[in-house]
């Protein structure tokens, strides 16, 4: 008796040992597959971010090129070395044997040799031809390392060899998380103009919410408009009512200000239409709406589209100048051509009258501080918002080697205040 006890003691005790170590290698196993997948998180983002700049230096160079003053070239230049730089760091986190992560390094560290020594001294026709064929080779890296996005964190994940001290990274420093990236500017330039501030557009009593809900179905049209109810208030620099509406089957949000009652945003609550208009249609309607509302001697500038939507950038003039400080982007559905989304916040803080906008230099004067390497197709005065307030310029619109850049030369002393490159897409036109 006291043997089958004792079997049976065994046999719990066994059963109970194995229990333990199954759930000590259970837990070991979702414990490395943690630390796997969080390691495959840290080389995706390390591949991630030397593409990114990767992009950033074909573009910095590619304005180097265009730049009309050697202070600005050499801004961009620094930029690009700056660039290189951290490419290195990035990929000094990934294996030494994959060719897109090695071949990389290899060039990034050879180009900010070659592009630091460069600052400072004009850019000569030998330099040309060593720039654009670093901007090809950084195009080529580019698409280098965006096929191997997926992959390579994959591979970098099982490999144990990495650059390290003294190796051929020259770099032993890891992923700089804090890498400061170019802002892409969406919708053309300057649309994320200063939009803080006491608002310059807005006067008039404080109204009340129902009078809010009543505009807000004036706004979009009493036609279109099945039924309004009350949305989500919102605070800051500029108090609004909240508007819920339904027109044309779509549930739209939109934000009215309490003070003088403007139209600050609209948004639809889906985005998802059948093409149907063009964008020529849409730019129509959207101008239509602008100007029922108020907004008068606007030009479309830049545009986008996704999802069946057109998203549409419009500044204001004064007289012939565009002022690019008072922007509004419009969306608008392109099944039907009707306006679904707005953002006005840049004109409602921005808009005003200014004073007489009168430039020192004339169009040619100015257009001859335009670097001759930009064939120039069109210029126009345009005011542009700056860290300081806003300037005067030229806007120049030219090419060079295939790609557009907008030029800015201050129309007061004809120094360049900003230089964009163009980037048309099928779904849109962006600056950057």
């Known amino acids: ?38 390691l ?99 195009r080529a890296y580019a698409l280098a390392l965006y096929d191997a996005r997926e992959t390579l964190p994959v591979a970098a994940a099982s490999e ?11 770099d032993g420093g890891g992923y700089d998380s804090q890498v400061s990236y170019p802002t892409l500017i969406y919708d053309g330039p300057f649309s994320d103009a200063r939009d803080s501030g006491a608002p310059k557009a807005l006067a008039g009593r404080t109204i009340t919410k129902e009078e809010a809900m009543a505009l807000a179905r004036q706004i979009i ?3 279109r408009v099945t039924a309004v109810s009350p949305g989500a208030d919102t605070g800051g620099s500029i108090p609004c009512w909240g508007v819920t509406v339904e027109a044309d089957g779509v549930t739209m949000q ?29 730019r129509e309607s ?20 996704y999802q069946g939507v057109a998203v549409i950038s419009f500044a204001a003039k004064q007289g ?24 006005a916040r840049n004109y409602l803080t921005n808009h005003t009258t200014r004073g007489a906008l009168i430039p020192a230099l004339s169009l040619e004067e100015a257009e001859g501080r335009v670097s001759e ?13 700056t860290d300081g307030g806003e300037k005067l310029c030229y806007e120049f619109r030219g090419d060079y080697l295939g790609h557009t850049y907008l030029c800015y030369i201050n129309a007061q002393d004809g120094t360049q205040e900003q230089l964009l490159k163009v980037i048309e897409e099928s779904s849109g036109i962006e600056t950057a």
């Open 1 to 38: 008796m006291r043997s089958r006890k004792g079997e049976r003691a065994l046999t719990v005790c066994l059963a109970i040992a194995l229990a333990v170590s199954l759930g000590v290698c259970a837990r070991t196993l979702i414990l490395r597959n943690g630390a796997d997948a969080k």
């Open 40 to 138: 495959r998180e840290v080389y995706r983002g390390a591949v991630l971010s030397a593409l990114r700049q990767m992009e950033d230096i074909e573009l910095n160079l590619s304005k180097a090129l265009v730049s009309s003053d050697q202070a600005s070239a050499d801004s961009f230049v620094s930029r690009a070395a700056a660039g290189a730089g951290q490419v290195g760091r990035s990929l000094s986190l990934l294996p030494l044997s994959h060719p897109a992560g090695k071949n990389a390094v290899k060039f990034v560290n050879q180009a900010a040799d070659y592009l630091s020594a460069l600052v400072g001294r004009p850019i000569g026709t030998e330099d040309v031809e060593r720039i654009s064929a670093l901007t090809d080779a950084c």
């Open 160 to 170: 144990k060899t990495f650059y390290g001290a003294g190796d051929e990274s020259g």
């Open 221 to 223: 049209g009493e036609d």
């Open 254 to 282: 939109a934000a009215v200000t309490q003070t003088g009652g403007k139209l600050l945003w609209l948004a639809p609550e889906k985005a998802d239409f059948i093409p149907g208009k063009s964008l020529e249609e849409c």
């Open 286 to 305: 959207a101008l239509l709406f602008l100007r029922r509302n108020g907004f008068e001697n606007m030009e479309a500038t830049y545009f986008q589209v």
């Open 320 to 343: 012939d100048t565009l002022l690019y400080p008072d922007l509004i982007k419009v969306q608008l559905r392109m099944d039907t051509a009707q306006v679904v989304g707005v953002e």
């Open 373 to 385: 390497r930009l064939k120039l197709t069109h210029g126009r005065l345009c005011l542009i918002p």
